[in-house]
């Protein structure tokens, strides 16, 4: 079943095609990974998804709803969560308590029981009580993911999850990823190819605003277009 679907996504930024026409379908339950060099348009394209930034040309269907035109936080209510490659925890507030908004926010009946919950399925839930601009930058990308599921979202979308994570700490980001399929389904812009040929299982490739190719891993692997503009970059 597809969740979402995007047709003729346009964005563009005077005269640059940020995203420049994107079409996209995204099935229901997987891990499905967004790759493409710096500049390619994944941010700007996850940004039009979740309704952070106006779309001005092509729409957006989401659980066989029309969302091209819906605020931010209409989408939010509709099951898309998002974390952003710039952190954007509450750095003053405890850890516990930037998870209980989203959990509140939910509507849940269990507060503290639900902020635990999230907690520990990143593997946080020992650090509940410190201030949360004073964790480890890993930790607070870490948070950020807490923040996302504790919406218990239909869609979850990763914008460079492990960027800053220690070696020690992207298999516990993998299996986390793995353990909230299939009721959550991840959208994943991500940088390291262990990561995505790990956890994807459809890949799509950005290039210049435009869709490069998509496919299965090993597909995506063997494509001389992508290996000549990605993956023989040295990315991989
Ligand atoms: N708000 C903006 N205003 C102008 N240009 C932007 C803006 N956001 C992104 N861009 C440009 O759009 C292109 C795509 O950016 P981005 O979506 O961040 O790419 P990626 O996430 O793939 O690295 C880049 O050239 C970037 O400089
Ligand atoms: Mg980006």
Same mark, same amino acid.
């Given at each position: ?56 040309? @092509?729409?957006?269907?989401? $659980? +066989? &709803?029309?969302?091209?035109? #819906? ?8 099951? *898309? %969560? ?40 990143? @593997?946080?839930?020992?650090? $509940? +009580? &410190?201030?949360?601009?004073? #964790? ?8 950020? *993911? %807490? ?90």
């Amino acid at each position: 079943m597809t969740l979402l679907s995007a047709r003729g996504l346009t964005r563009h930024f005077g005269g640059l095609r940020a995203v420049d026409g994107v079409d996209f379908d995204l099935e229901s339950g997987r891990i499905h990974a967004l790759i493409g060099p710096n500049g390619a348009g994944k941010t700007t394209f996850v940004s039009l998804l979740c309704g952070r930034i106006p779309v001005q040309s @092509g729409s957006i269907t989401f $659980a +066989g &709803q029309d969302i091209t035109r #819906l605020p931010a936080h209409e989408r939010v209510a509709r099951g *898309i %969560a998002y974390t952003f490659q710039i952190t954007s925890i509450y750095a003053n507030l405890s850890v516990f308590d930037n998870v209980a908004l989203p959990v509140q926010r939910r509507g849940s009946r269990t507060l503290a029981a639900d902020t635990m919950a999230a907690l520990d399925r990143v @593997g946080l839930a020992g650090l $509940a +009580g &410190q201030t949360a601009g004073t #964790l480890a930058y890993g930790h607070q990308r870490l948070l950020e *993911i %807490a923040m996302g599921l504790a919406l218990s979202p239909r869609l979850l979308i990763l914008d460079e999850p492990t960027q800053g994570l220690a070696l020690s700490e992207i298999d516990g980001f993998k299996a986390l990823v793995r353990s909230v399929i299939p009721e959550t389904t991840v959208l994943l812009i991500e940088h390291n190819m262990d990561v995505v040929m790990d956890l994807a299982e459809t890949i799509t490739v950005l290039n210049f605003g435009q869709t490069l190719a998509s496919g299965s891993p090993a597909a995506i692997r063997a494509n001389p277009a992508v290996q000549a503009a990605y993956l023989g970059g040295g990315h991989a």
